[in-house]
C-alpha cells in the first residue's frame, strides 16, 4: 500500500523550489511544497493570523460569524482585469461575461458590473437578476439548455445582447416572441464540437444539427442569426484541447460565410478556464484520501496562465477568414472560476477534536458539504487561519458537521494542534462553493466583502426563521 | 461491452413476477420487472395519468407549478405506523424519533408530531425547529458530532430527553449547564460497533473510549448516564449487519451493569433502514449508465420488512440481562427513509426535447441535481406521469436544466414520446431531496400535502425575491 502512495505522492509533487518561497515557508511551519498565502494575496499578521483583504480572519469570525465567506475586492479585481487584458492584448474587440452560476452572489456581480463586466445566464431566475441589478440588456447573454417559455419571453422584450440557441425549437420560439415584439433578436447556436462536453448540451458541427440550425434561423425574418457559441467544460487547464475546439468552430464558421452566406459577427467561447490552485481529483486522489494519505498537492506553476490562452486562441483567428477581414468578430468570454475563485474564502471554525487512531485527530468544524461542495472533489488550500506560525505536526481529518461520514471537508492535513474555536479557511471558495450551498441540517451562511482593511456585508447569514420562511403548517 | 452488460443486467433482473401484476404492467405498457406505481399506493386514470393522493399529478403541477415535492398524507400515515407497530408488536416499550435530517419539511414533521413521532435532531437549527413546531422537550433527543455551545444549553435548559454525547468534552460542558441550570441531564453515549459508520463519529466499545465515557459521566452531580447510541449508516438492508452491532451494544451494556454499576434504561438504536424500491448504484450500475445502458433495476420483494428487523432485535434483547428484567429499557428508533420516503414524489416537467445518437432523445427538465441529488447515486423509479397508458418504445436520457453534463435525473429510460409540457414523476423523494436542494441557477421548490383528492401548500416555491432576500449591494 504504501509503495503505490509514495509514488503516487511523488507523481504530483513537481516544480521547483525558490529560496525566498522556501525561508517563508519555513517560518510559517510549512514544508517545501506548501502552497503559500501570497498565492490569494493573503498574507500571515504578528500574532500568526492569516490576513485577507487587509482584516485578520480571526477578528472577521468574531464580528461576523461563522460559517462566513470572505470576499477580497481588490483581488477580485486583479484576477477580472487579467482575464480582460490577458485577452484585449491579443484582440482589439473582446467582451466578457460573467458566468453568473459560478458564484451568483449580487455583491460580487454588481461590483463586477461595475467594472464592465457583463453577464452570462442560463435561467430564468439569472436572467431576472441580471436586470434586477440593472445590467443593461445589451450586456447579457442567454444561454443554456432549458430556456423555459418565459425566460424567452423576457429576454426577447428586453433586448438582451445574444441568445444562443441550444434545440430547434428554440428557434422558432424566439422568432415567434421577436416578431411580436416588432424587433430582430440577435442569435448564436451552441455548437458541439468532437472535444468538450456534449451530451444534453448544444447541436453538433459534424452531425449537420448547427447547419440546420442557421438554415432554419435564415428564414426567420425576425432573426439576426451572427454567432457561435461553444462551451467545453470546466476547469479546463489543456490548452491544446481548447485550440482544437476552436480550431473546428472558425471552420464551421467559414463554412456557413461559404455555403449559406451566414456571416458570423461574435465568436462566444465560453468558460472553463481553470485556475493554477486547483484541481480535480484524480483517481489516484480518491485512493490516496481513501487509505489515510493526503491528496497530491497541485504545483500552481505548471497550470497555464490566462495570457497562454489568449494569445493562442487568437493567433488561430488570424488563420481564418471568418475571424479577420476589415470588421474584426466580437469574441466573447464567459469566465466563472478564473474571475471569483481566488478572491474569496470561507471561514469555518473548529466544534470539537477527537483523538483518533494512529496518532491523528478529527476536528468537526461547524461547516462542511452544505456550505463547502467542491474540496469534495477537487483540490483546495486549506489554512489553520488562527496559527498560522505554528508548526505542522499533527495529522487531521477535517470533517463538517452533518450526520455523514462523506462530510470531510479536508482528508490527512498536517495542522498545528488544533483546539475548539480555531478558525479554518479553505481557499478558493469563490467558484461552486456558494451556488452548492444547502439546507442540510443547518442555516447557510453570509458573506461580507473586505477592502484594505475595512470588511462589510454584502450577504447576512440565514436565520432559522428564514429557513422556514416559507412553510406552512396543516 | 453488451455481454457483461447483459450479464450485470440479468444479476439484478431477479423475482418472480405474479400474473396480475402483468397484466397490469401489460396495460400500462412496461415491462415484466417494471415497478408498479401500486407500490407507491400511486394509481392511474382514465386520463393516464398519475394519481397520488387522489389527485391526478398533471392536475396538481398545473396549479401549483414544477418542480413540487407531493406528499401523500395517508401513505405517510401508513408507513410510519408501520415502523411503529412494527417494532411495538415485538416489545412494549418503542419510541418513534423522526429524523429531522431526512426530511425537514415542517408541514411533514408537525404531520408525524400529530401522530405521537418524537423528534431527532443533530444541529441547533433542527433543535429549534423541534422546539418551534411545539414538540415537547421530552420527545426531543439530540446527537451529532458539531454540538455547538449554544445548541447544548438550549437543550438543557429546555430539558430534551435525551443527548447522544459524541466526545468526551461534551460530557464536561453538559455537566456544567446542566449544573448551571439545577436540573439532572439525561445523556447517553454515541457508541462505534465493529460494523458500521466510524469516521468522525461516536467513541469507540473497542477502544475503551465509551467506556471512559460513562466513567466520566457517573462522576458528574448532574448527570444521569442511562443510555446508548447506535446510528449504522443510511439504507441498510441486512438485518445481519444490524444484528451484529446490536449484540455488540448489548454486550457493552452487560458490562456497565456488572463493571460500572450503570444500568442502561434507553437503547437507541438509530435508523438506517433501507426500503424496498430504493437502492444504492453499484459500481456495475455506474459502469451501464456511463455506457448508455439503464441501470440494474430494483426488486422490492428482495429486501427485508421493517417486520423481519424489529422480530430479530427484540429477540437478540431477550438473549442479555441489560435487556430484560423487571423494567424492561426502552428502545428508541430514528427512523428517516424508511417513515417519508415513499409518500414523497417529485414532479417535475418536461422543457426540451431533444434527438439523440442512436435513435435515442434527450429531455430536459426543469429540475435536476438542484432539487433531486439522490437519484445521481441511488436507483429510484421515474414515471411519465402524463402518459402512464402509452406504450414505452423509446430510450430517454432525463437531464435537468444545469449547465453541468452531469445534471442527470435518469440515464437510459424507456419511455412514450415525450413533449415539452409532459410531467415526469420520481418516487420515493421524501429521503434526501428537500436537505439537498440547491439555488444552483434557480430558485428552491415548494411542497403541497394530498389527501384523498384534496392538496394544499405546505411550503410555498421560492420567489426570485426570495433568493437575493438576504443581499446587499455595495
Given at each position: 500500500?504504501?509503495?503505490?502512495?509514495?509514488?503516487a505522492?511523488?507523481?504530483v509533487?513537481l516544480?521547483?523550489?525558490?529560496?525566498a518561497?522556501?525561508?517563508?515557508?519555513?517560518?510559517?511551519?510549512m514544508?517545501?511544497?506548501?502552497?503559500?498565502?501570497?498565492?490569494?494575496?493573503?498574507?500571515?499578521?504578528?500574532?500568526?493570523?492569516?490576513?485577507?483583504?487587509?482584516?485578520?480572519?480571526?477578528?472577521l469570525?468574531?464580528?461576523?460569524?461563522?460559517?462566513?465567506f470572505?470576499?477580497d475586492?481588490?483581488?477580485?479585481?486583479k484576477?477580472?482585469?487579467?482575464?480582460?487584458?490577458?485577452?484585449?492584448?491579443h484582440?482589439?474587440?473582446?467582451?466578457?461575461?460573467?458566468?453568473?452560476?459560478?458564484?451568483?452572489?449580487?455583491?460580487v456581480?454588481?461590483?463586477?458590473?461595475?467594472?464592465?463586466?457583463?453577464?452570462?445566464?442560463?435561467?430564468?431566475?439569472?436572467?431576472?437578476?441580471?436586470?434586477?441589478?440593472?445590467?443593461?440588456?445589451?450586456?447579457?447573454?442567454?444561454?443554456?439548455?432549458?430556456?423555459?417559455h418565459?425566460?424567452?419571453?423576457?429576454a426577447?422584450?428586453?433586448?438582451?445582447?445574444?441568445?444562443?440557441?441550444?434545440?430547434?425549437?428554440e428557434?422558432?420560439?424566439?422568432?415567434?416572441?421577436?416578431?411580436?415584439?416588432?424587433?430582430?433578436?440577435?442569435?448564436?447556436?451552441?455548437?458541439?464540437?468532437?472535444?468538450?462536453?456534449?451530451?444534453?448540451?448544444?447541436?453538433?458541427?459534424?452531425?449537420?444539427?448547427?447547419?440546420?440550425?442557421?438554415?432554419?434561423?435564415?428564414?426567420?425574418?425576425?432573426?439576426?442569426?451572427?454567432?457561435?457559441?461553444?462551451?467545453?467544460?470546466?476547469?479546463?487547464?489543456?490548452?491544446?484541447v481548447?485550440?482544437?475546439?476552436v480550431?473546428?468552430v472558425?471552420?464551421f464558421?467559414?463554412?456557413?460565410?461559404?455555403?449559406?452566406g451566414?456571416?458570423?459577427r461574435?465568436?462566444?467561447?465560453?468558460?472553463?478556464?481553470?485556475?493554477?490552485?486547483?484541481?480535480?481529483?484524480?483517481?489516484?486522489?480518491?485512493?490516496?484520501?481513501?487509505?489515510?494519505?493526503?491528496?497530491?498537492?497541485?504545483?500552481?506553476d505548471?497550470?497555464?496562465?490566462?495570457?497562454?490562452?489568449?494569445?493562442?486562441?487568437?493567433?488561430?483567428?488570424?488563420?481564418?477568414?471568418?475571424?479577420?477581414?476589415?470588421?474584426?468578430?466580437?469574441?466573447?468570454?464567459?469566465?466563472?472560476?478564473?474571475?471569483?475563485?481566488r478572491s474569496?474564502?470561507?471561514?469555518?471554525?473548529?466544534?470539537?477534536?477527537?483523538?483518533?487512531?494512529?496518532?491523528?485527530?478529527?476536528?468537526?468544524?461547524d461547516?462542511?458539504?452544505?456550505?463547502?461542495?467542491?474540496?469534495?472533489?477537487?483540490?483546495?488550500?486549506v489554512?489553520?487561519?488562527?496559527?498560522m506560525?505554528?508548526?505542522?505536526?499533527?495529522?487531521?481529518?477535517?470533517?463538517?458537521?452533518?450526520?455523514?461520514?462523506?462530510?470531510?471537508?479536508?482528508?490527512?492535513?498536517?495542522?498545528?494542534?488544533?483546539?475548539?474555536?480555531?478558525?479554518i479557511?479553505?481557499?478558493?471558495?469563490?467558484?461552486?462553493?456558494?451556488?452548492?450551498?444547502?439546507?442540510?441540517?443547518?442555516?447557510?451562511?453570509g458573506?461580507?466583502?473586505?477592502?484594505?482593511?475595512?470588511?462589510?456585508?454584502?450577504?447576512?447569514?440565514?436565520?432559522?426563521?428564514?429557513?422556514?420562511?416559507?412553510?406552512?403548517?396543516?
Amino acid at each position: 500500500m504504501i509503495g503505490w502512495a509514495r509514488k503516487a505522492a511523488k507523481q504530483v509533487w513537481l516544480g521547483g523550489v525558490r529560496a525566498a518561497d522556501r525561508r517563508e515557508r519555513r517560518r510559517l511551519g510549512m514544508l517545501d511544497h506548501d502552497l503559500l498565502p501570497a498565492l490569494w494575496d493573503a498574507g500571515v499578521d504578528a500574532d500568526g493570523q492569516l490576513v485577507l483583504g487587509g482584516c485578520d480572519a480571526v477578528g472577521l469570525a468574531e464580528r461576523f460569524g461563522t460559517p462566513l465567506f470572505v470576499v477580497d475586492k481588490a483581488r477580485l479585481r486583479k484576477d477580472y482585469t487579467a482575464v480582460l487584458e490577458g485577452f484585449r492584448r491579443h484582440h482589439p474587440s473582446v467582451e466578457v461575461s460573467y458566468s453568473y452560476k459560478t458564484n451568483p452572489l449580487p455583491g460580487v456581480l454588481r461590483t463586477l458590473h461595475d467594472w464592465g463586466a457583463g453577464a452570462e445566464v442560463i435561467s430564468h431566475f439569472e436572467l431576472w437578476l441580471a436586470l434586477r441589478l440593472g445590467v443593461p440588456p445589451e450586456q447579457v447573454i442567454f444561454n443554456g439548455p432549458a430556456k423555459t417559455h418565459e425566460a424567452l419571453a423576457l429576454a426577447v422584450s428586453r433586448g438582451v445582447r445574444l441568445i444562443n440557441v441550444d434545440n430547434l425549437s428554440e428557434i422558432d420560439a424566439i422568432e415567434k416572441l421577436a416578431a411580436q415584439e416588432g424587433r430582430t433578436q440577435r442569435i448564436g447556436v451552441r455548437v458541439v464540437t468532437s472535444v468538450g462536453w456534449s451530451g444534453q448540451f448544444g447541436l453538433g458541427i459534424r452531425q449537420g444539427d448547427a447547419r440546420e440550425a442557421f438554415e432554419r434561423a435564415r428564414r426567420c425574418p425576425h432573426l439576426d442569426p451572427c454567432a457561435l457559441h461553444l462551451h467545453l467544460g470546466t476547469g479546463i487547464k489543456n490548452v491544446e484541447v481548447y485550440l482544437r475546439a476552436v480550431r473546428e468552430v472558425l471552420e464551421f464558421a467559414d463554412e456557413l460565410r461559404e455555403r449559406a452566406g451566414v456571416a458570423i459577427r461574435f465568436f462566444d467561447l465560453g468558460g472553463g478556464f481553470g485556475i493554477p490552485t486547483v484541481r480535480p481529483f484524480s483517481s489516484t486522489d480518491f485512493r490516496l484520501i481513501a487509505n489515510g494519505f493526503p491528496p497530491g498537492l497541485v504545483d500552481p506553476d505548471a497550470a497555464p496562465r490566462i495570457e497562454g490562452y489568449a494569445g493562442r486562441i487568437v493567433e488561430l483567428f488570424r488563420q481564418h477568414r471568418s475571424g479577420t477581414g476589415p470588421e474584426a468578430p466580437v469574441l466573447i468570454f464567459e469566465p466563472g472560476r478564473a474571475v471569483t475563485s481566488r478572491s474569496q474564502t470561507l471561514l469555518l471554525r473548529v466544534v470539537a477534536v477527537k483523538a483518533a487512531s494512529g496518532g491523528r485527530f478529527n476536528a468537526i468544524l461547524d461547516g462542511g458539504k452544505n456550505v463547502a461542495m467542491p474540496p469534495g472533489f477537487e483540490y483546495h488550500e486549506v489554512f489553520p487561519a488562527s496559527r498560522m506560525r505554528e508548526a505542522r505536526h499533527a495529522t487531521y481529518d477535517l470533517y463538517g458537521p452533518l450526520c455523514h461520514p462523506g462530510d470531510v471537508v479536508r482528508a490527512s492535513l498536517r495542522m498545528p494542534k488544533l483546539a475548539p474555536g480555531d478558525v479554518i479557511a479553505v481557499m478558493d471558495a469563490g467558484a461552486y462553493f456558494v451556488p452548492n450551498q444547502m439546507n442540510f441540517s443547518n442555516p447557510r451562511c453570509g458573506a461580507v466583502m473586505v477592502d484594505r482593511g475595512t470588511a462589510e456585508w454584502i450577504r447576512r447569514h440565514e436565520s432559522f426563521e428564514d429557513v422556514v420562511g416559507r412553510d406552512e403548517l396543516p
